[in-house]
């Protein structure tokens, strides 16, 4: 990890798996307070190292269970960052593909989600805290996550199924926090060809400046993310100075309001440029 004695701004690992990298990574720097590294993955490029403070994965056009070669690497880098202690939050492709490295399940769903949506939200995890526990997204998509991964806790859903969990410093998204309207535009005139023109007709007349407002409370996120992360930087960098050990340090800060047992079921779980994942 950083140490946060040089510079107190964070310094993230942004893993833009969107082929149209320059939208995605404007509406990522747009929302996150903190110096982020861009890698497009797509194009091969990866850290090579994990001298990060966090990670984030954003959306893409691809699935996470497709053969290709970038989706492998990337996969691969995700594990070992995730299993050197690196907190990441993953963004409808990201969410997908931090569930697929953390052994749960992604399908695809046979339909589109896409639009502005109702998600309900357990009340409980602190990534949507200030967040109305009935929130508005803009959601595209055709992948799910159709199961978490063992230890997780899912703290937010819809009819859909899952649209969010966290496991220790893992949390996914399923919906689009960092979206402006130009990009909800953008992307639903893309799904020419996947959908019939009347539903993209009818997509796009629901993308106005009331609901795009009705959305913004949902980017409360990125700020509750940075805000976890600064206290995990804090923790290490406070077990280093005592000498103890980190791991086990860390290991502690994990259990909060919505971490009283990782185990334990939500009360939920009864039951950027993308044509799939995003």
Same mark, same amino acid.
């Given at each position: ?39 497009? !993955?797509?194009?091969? *490029? ?8 966090? !990670? ?19 996969? *691969? ?14 963004? !409808? ?143 290490? !960098? ?30 939920? *779980? ?9």
């Amino acid at each position: 990890m950083i140490d946060p004695s040089a510079d107190d701004q964070l310094r993230i690992a942004l893993l833009n798996a969107a082929h149209k990298r320059e939208s995605t990574r404007r509406n990522f720097e747009r929302e996150l307070d903190a110096e982020l590294v861009e890698f497009h !993955c797509p194009s091969g *490029e990866l850290p090579d190292t994990f001298d990060f403070d966090a !990670c984030v994965v954003t959306g893409s056009s691809a699935s996470v269970y497709w053969d290709r070669p970038w989706i492998g690497a990337l996969t *691969e880098w995700v594990g070992e960052a995730v299993a050197a202690g690196l907190p990441f939050l993953g963004v !409808c492709y990201g969410h997908q593909l931090l569930a697929d490295v953390l052994g749960g399940r992604v399908e695809d769903m046979g339909e589109y989600e896409i639009g502005y949506r109702a998600v309900e939200h357990d009340g409980a995890n602190r990534l949507l805290t200030g967040v109305d526990e009935e929130f508005t997204v803009f959601t595209t998509h055709s992948d799910r996550v159709a199961a978490a991964p063992p230890d997780a806790t899912v703290f937010a859903r819809n009819e859909y199924g899952i649209h969010g969990f966290r496991r220790d410093r893992v949390f996914g998204v399923q919906f689009h926090p960092e979206y402006d309207m130009t990009t909800a535009e953008r992307v639903t005139a893309g799904k020419d060809g996947d959908l019939e023109p009347e539903r993209i007709r009818s997509v796009m007349e629901g993308i106005d400046a009331e609901r795009y407002e009705t959305a913004c409370e949902a980017k409360r996120l990125f700020d509750n993310f940075v805000g976890f992360v600064r206290e995990q930087r804090s923790v290490e !960098c406070g077990a280093d100075v005592a000498g103890t050990d980190t791991a086990a340090t860390v290991g502690e800060a994990f259990v909060d309001a919505d971490a009283t047992g990782t185990a334990a079921e939500s009360p939920l *779980e009864s039951s950027a440029d993308s044509s799939r994942s995003s």
